[in-house]
């Protein structure tokens, strides 16, 4: 037989866990592995010299906000990430999807891009599914439904909880969703449109999801000195409707007690064992992404931006807003912006150079002249994450490695934006400085929970692995070699060390080039 592709003379790290590392070669026809073994007597169309590489399942990037971010409509091929080696990615994060819009509204997405400019057509989940194949991507897409889009397609702007015939129309949409091809929900119970939610209207949806055998996402409630009642929160709801979940993004904001850190995954632990089906994902970086309006007491931001921006204004309502803000304690000096609708002005300066350039009498002052001035359209870097807490939840048994990141590339350079290294660099960052360099977790187990482990909580029965008859999504690397480039004040650099990436059989990365190729599959239940 000659093959499409013969990888010979790597070492196979297969993506399931076990410590069996072994020397073999990866023989690949058409979108398939045929074959893994001794290949040495086999013929290839390409063959590709692995010797001194790991041959790894493509990563399966199960937190990625390349739809919210609006990079997906932007530019399709998501090269920073097909450069990680990452093959598949799971969008719709944080209560926020690309689909259903029945009202043709981007409104949920605003909080993190400008939605102006792109080209919506599409309502339902099928169409939408349909035009990203249409389009092409340089991975492969997998969505679930978000929460807020849902609610907003029945209720727009209003933050309220909804009446039982909204419930019934919100829960027969996603009902639609995913049978058109949706993987789960996600619900981002610390946003604005969210918070009202009850919990009967979450259990309600949660009961769909759990019929159609998907799986959901929660976005904590508070990621602060409460995270151990948001848990808490999140484990009522699977107690009541039992469905395959995870956490997003986890980490304690602020914490330097590694105790606390220790108390909190013996609680997911503890839940685990309960039968909750409960699953986290991280990220190896030490500061957090966040929508500036997170910052400001709850209250402020009920009932939408506009409400928030009048609440702003009004010199009463302004003094309350500050006042809960200072009464918080909050780490300005280390609070950047990252992406505003203002352009680079004030990006890559923290909300406390920000007040001292304008005189404010608080950073809380900066910050809601920069939502008044953005229209709410700002994201921050929040550098409050300590990293002996991310090495223990690294380590961590349930704990999915994920980016919480979007696909860019260098040529963005020039937009003004700073996104967050994590988008260049994750999967690198896991495999040279916490796998070769701290040796916090050894190469199969640091794999494993970047795609193995993923593509099984997320019901992909073959992908993940590198086997006989699974899609040859693949990352080769070179063990001694990988590392992350991309920092904080420069983060548009692409990764060392990754040599060749395979998705669905062809060639995306060869030598470290990428090759412009959209070879990404739409991925859903039912198509």
Request: aromatic share 8%.
């Amino acid at each position: 037989m000659i093959f499409d592709i013969l990888i010979k003379n790597g070492t196979v790290v297969d993506g399931t866990g076990q410590k069996n590392a072994y020397r073999a070669d990866v023989g690949i026809t058409g979108d398939k592995i045929f074959e893994v073994g001794d290949l040495s007597k086999a013929k290839a169309k390409k063959e590709i010299d692995a010797t001194g590489l790991i041959v790894a399942p493509g990563f399966v990037d199960v937190q990625n906000h390349s739809d919210s971010y609006g990079s997906l409509l932007r530019d399709n091929h998501l090269e920073s990430l097909v450069r990680q080696g990452i093959t598949t990615i799971l969008m719709g994060q944080c209560g926020s999807s690309l689909a259903p819009l029945i009202k043709g509204s981007l409104a949920s997405i605003q909080k993190w891009t400008a939605v102006e400019g792109f080209n919506i057509n599409w309502t339902s989940q099928a169409e939408f599914m349909a035009e990203m194949s249409r389009r092409g991507a340089g991975v492969n897409l997998a969505t679930l439904v978000g929460h807020a889009t849902l609610r907003r397609d029945f209720i727009g702007d209003s933050t309220r909880p909804l009446t039982s015939k909204e419930e019934l129309q919100v829960g027969a949409l996603l009902k639609r969703s995913l049978q058109e091809g949706a993987l789960g929900l996600s619900v981002g119970l610390a946003y604005s449109h969210e918070r009202l939610a009850t919990e009967e209207e979450i259990h309600k949806l949660l009961r769909i999801v759990q019929a159609h055998q998907g799986v959901a996402s929660f976005h904590l409630r508070n990621e602060g000195p409460e995270i151990f009642a948001a848990v808490n929160e999140v484990f009522g709801f699977l107690r009541h409707v039992p469905v395959r979940s995870k956490i997003s993004h986890l980490k304690i904001l602020g914490e330097k007690n590694q105790a606390n850190a220790e108390k909190l995954l013996s609680m997911l632990e503890v839940a685990s064992r309960d039968g909750v089906p409960i699953y986290f994902d991280v990220y190896p970086y030490l500061a957090s992404a966040v929508v500036l309006y997170l910052l400001l007491p709850d209250w402020a931001t009920s009932g939408g931006k506009n409400e928030l921006i009048k609440r702003i204004k009004n010199p009463d309502t302004r003094k309350d807003i500050i006042r809960a803000m200072t009464a918080q304690n909050y780490p300005y000096d280390k609070i950047t912006v990252a992406t505003s609708s203002l352009g680079p002005t004030f990006t890559g300066k923290s909300l406390a150079e920000i007040a001292k350039a304008q005189n404010a009498a608080h950073p809380a002052e900066a910050a809601l002249n920069l939502i008044v001035a953005s229209r709410d359209q700002i994201i921050v870097f929040w550098h409050d994450v300590h990293e002996e807490i991310l090495e223990i939840m690294l380590k961590h048994p349930l704990a999915l490695i994920a980016t919480d990141g979007s696909g860019y590339n260098i040529g963005n350079n020039t937009s003004g934006l700073i996104p967050h290294p994590r988008s260049f660099g994750t999967t690198a960052k896991i495999l040279g400085r916490y796998v070769r360099d701290r040796k916090i977790l050894d190469l199969e187990e640091a794999v494993y929970k970047m795609s193995g482990r993923p593509a099984q909580w997320l019901g992909l029965k073959d992908r993940g692995a590198v086997m006989k008859n699974y899609y040859a999504d693949l990352a080769i690397f070179d063990p001694e070699n990988i590392a992350d480039l991309s920092t904080y004040e420069n983060p548009f650099k692409y990764p060392a060390g990754i040599k060749y990436v395979l998705v669905n059989g062809t060639l995306a990365i060869e030598n470290g080039e990428y090759k412009k190729i959209l070879a990404g599959q739409v991925l859903g239940k039912n198509i």
